[in-house]
């Protein structure tokens, strides 16, 4: 079955308005087929991007509506400026932001609330995978959205695989370690919901740069990547994007 192919740039804390500058004069120039390319830019910045190639969408939403929440933004403050996508539940929001399950859960009902589509990120850490309970945790972690949403709010998530222990560090899953846990995802949901499983698009995130990426996307069960720090270099960022249009 073919799924939607997408390779999304995470931004993260970094970029400037030349970055966007940049990243809209290329990207004016070139399409992709078999891929759709996300940006997610610190929010400063998403409005700044003019091309029509390009989804732009932000790293980070509000559980809340409205209200004396300072600094945060909320799923219908993006509708309202046309942000149609928003990262949730990144290792770092887990990790320095303490983000719980729990709350991600609640972003996710917000988000597909309004018709928002979270890209929900999970993902062990090496301590995790050492013990041997990846596949326990990585299913708590979906778990605890499905008992919010249900399966068919899942269903308007894209998912990205995120193993901690890969993330920045250069030390990128193998396809096989990567393609294991992909595969796990789409198995488990799959005993929930089978056409979910099949249609839902998993993209791979922790250190993908130009090198790794073909033999990543050519994976049966990764549909793209989530790419942080080679989403600043704007050549390494197309690189990528081509090596998962040829997958088709
Ligand atoms: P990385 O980041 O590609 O720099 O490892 C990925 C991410 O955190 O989304």
Partial sequence: MSRVKII??????????ALVDEFNHTFNQTTFEHVSVMIFPPALYVNEFNCEHLTIGVQNVSEQTSGAFTGELSVDMLNDMGITHTLIGHSERRDIYNETNELIAAKVAQAIAVNITPVLCIGESLETRNAGN???FIQSQLDSVIEVVGITGLAKCVIAYEPIWAIGTGVTA???QAQEVHR???DYLGSIDEVV?????ILYGGSVNAKTASELFVQPDIDGGLVGGA???KEEFLTICHA???RG
């Avoid at 999304?8 to 308005?17: F, V």
């Avoid at 499983?197 to 698009?201: G, I, M, N, R, V």
């Fill in 8 to 17: 999304a740039g995470n931004w993260k804390l970094n970029g400037n308005k």
């Fill in 134 to 136: 990846v596949y326990q």
């Fill in 174 to 176: 193998s396809p096989e």
């Fill in 184 to 186: 796990f995802i789409r």
């Fill in 197 to 201: 499983a099949e249609s839902l698009s």
């Fill in 231 to 233: 989403s600043l270099k």
């Fill in 244 to 246: 998962a249009n040829q």
